[in-house]
């Protein structure tokens, strides 16, 4: 099969529509969690498992959910937004072949085109791939077509029985298979199409008289042999992208594939990477060049990191974009956030939704913003909280300045304006605004409105009582020093 071609099958001729099963527990993984919720480089494992059908433009696009089907719908929706899919639901899992009938329910009576049907457990298929499977699939014009590979150790996959002709006749599940079929390493690797008149006869016909009581989708290719159908099994030779995960171990085995795959791929494309058997980065992460990942690093979502950046080690990352030439030193997290060009964060800084910093800024040691957004040139440098804030430009935050946000019941903004001096230990109680140029001295207790230019301060005179420490330890331990034993 030829996987180089481009990704148009979808609009060449007929209408394409998929369905994506992802209905199942996965019982092999051993886990309260539905197997397709499990992650990959970051990600559940049924986002990337769609994301070749989205790319190829398939319409509709089904996707049958039933273990945990909200939290599948949330995490699709949550990895995919913006594409359009109908969720089917499965609500007892009864096989593959039940599930593919559950998702047919939800194509429009009037579709004519082919259906693709792919697991939910395969995060590493290609688009392309699957473009020139179903360009083959209609070149032939066979009844049902899949996708085959051969492997050293066919394991648990589903058998190719062919005929004395060489044309396939059925597929028989590892579990069901005789001892002279489990020899068989022609497998089916889980990605079928036919035209969807062929799937509403034939998907009816399955029976689950075999060793596990199930509906086997499988079953078709015998139905459509029993018919006087052709079926045609495409030979992929990229064994690798149609790993079905099953186990944590498998899970482990594609993740490390995966990652390694991504890391190559930014290394050739100009990112250093210290240490590439640490750098954990999404599929979806863009990176530029001349960009250095120190170790630790974990980057997800839809982040993108510009050209130029430091990250020095031990980072996580989500949904972020960062500015050209900004610096993270060591341990940054930081969610949901846009930091401009020209940044220095951390060490040990903590961005939190919403964080939106214009540039050139400084976020140092223990300093946590939520929902900031701070203006060019302003710096915050050691052990603040800022939320709820918009901070203007070229103002400095000194040392345990907090916005004072939360009531107990509502969260508040402070405002406050370009090239200000707010002092170390200031506290803003919220809602509150602090106008331009204003100076607030250390240790204020910010209640009101500052207006631009004033200076501010809630000092409390400082007394003295002279000789008061040698009295204070006398009071406690006769005559001796303050220090323990
Ligand atoms: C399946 C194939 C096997 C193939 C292998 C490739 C069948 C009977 N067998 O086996 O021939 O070699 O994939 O990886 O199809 N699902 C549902 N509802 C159900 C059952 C399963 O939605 O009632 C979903 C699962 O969530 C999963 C997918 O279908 O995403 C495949 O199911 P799985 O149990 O992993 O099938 P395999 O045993 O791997
Ligand atoms: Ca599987």
Redesign the pocket.
């Known amino acids: 099969m030829n996987t180089t071609e481009r990704t148009d099958a979808a609009h060449e001729s007929a209408p394409l529509a998929a369905i ?7 019982t092999r993984m051993r886990s309260a969690r ?3 919720l499990h992650e990959l480089a970051g990600e559940p494992m049924i986002a990337a ?1 769609l994301r070749p059908l989205v790319g190829l433009g398939a319409d509709p696009l089904i996707v ?4 945990q089907a909200d939290q599948v719908q949330a995490a699709v929706r949550g990895a995919l937004g913006g594409v359009s899919l109908r969720f089917a639901l ?1 609500s007892s ?7 593919a009938l559950c998702g047919m329910a939800l194509l429009p009576e009037d579709f004519s085109g082919d259906v693709l049907i792919t ?4 995060p590493r298929l290609r688009a392309q791939t699957v473009a020139s499977f179903v360009r083959a699939h209609r070149q032939s014009g066979a009844a049902l077509s899949f996708i085959s590979v051969e492997l050293r150790e066919a394991g ?3 058998r190719v029985v062919r005929d004395a002709d060489g044309k396939v006749a059925a ?1 028989v ?1 590892a579990k069901d298979a005789s001892p002279s079929q489990r020899n068989i390493r022609e ?4 990605v079928y199409a036919a035209p969807a008149a062929f799937l509403r006869g034939a998907l009816g016909a399955i029976r689950s008289e075999n060793a596990q009581g ?5 079953d078709l290719v015998a139905i459509a042999r029993g018919r006087g159908l052709a079926v045609e099994a495409f030979k992929a030779e990229q064994i690798s992208e ?3 995960i ?1 186990s944590r171990e498998e899970l482990a085995e594609v993740n490390a594939e995966m990652r390694m795959a991504i890391n190559r791929r930014l290394m050739a494309s100009g990112v250093t990477l210290i240490d590439p058997a640490t750098a954990y980065i999404g599929e979806q992460v863009e990176i530029g060049a001349d960009t250095i990942i120190g170790p630790n690093v974990q980057i997800y979502g839809r982040s993108k990191i510009g050209a130029g950046v430091r990250i020095d080690g031990t980072a996580w990352l989500r949904d972020v974009t960062i500015g050209d030439r900004s610096h993270l030193k060591i341990g940054i997290r930081a969610e949901q956030c846009r930091v401009g060009e020209d940044c220095e964060l951390g060490p040990f800084a903590h961005l939190r939704e919403g964080t939106d910093l214009e540039g050139r800024n400084r976020i140092g040691n223990f300093v946590e913003t939520k929902k900031a957004r701070i203006g060019r040139g302003t710096k915050a440098s050691h052990l603040s909280y800022l939320g709820d804030a918009k901070i203007g430009r070229e103002t400095n935050v000194g040392c345990g300045v907090i916005t004072v946000n939360y009531d107990g019941y509502e969260k508040h903004r402070t405002e406050i304006g370009d090239r200000c001096m707010v002092g170390c230990d200031t506290q803003l109680i919220a809602p509150v605004k602090v106008g331009n140029d204003v100076y607030i001295a250390s240790g204020t207790t910010v209640l009101r409105e500052i207006p631009d230019g004033a200076l501010a301060m809630s000092h409390h005179p400082q007394r003295e009582k002279a000789g008061w420490t040698a009295n204070w330890h006398k009071r406690h331990q006769k005559g001796g020093g303050a220090a323990e034993s």
């Open positions: 994506t099963l992802a209905a199942g527990l996965g539905a197997k397709v498992s049958v959910v039933g273990h499965q899992q009864r096989g593959t072949g039940h599930a697991y939910g457990d395969m648990a996959y589903g597929i599940e497998i089916n690797t889980g199930e509906y086997y989708l499988t149609f790993a079905g099953n």
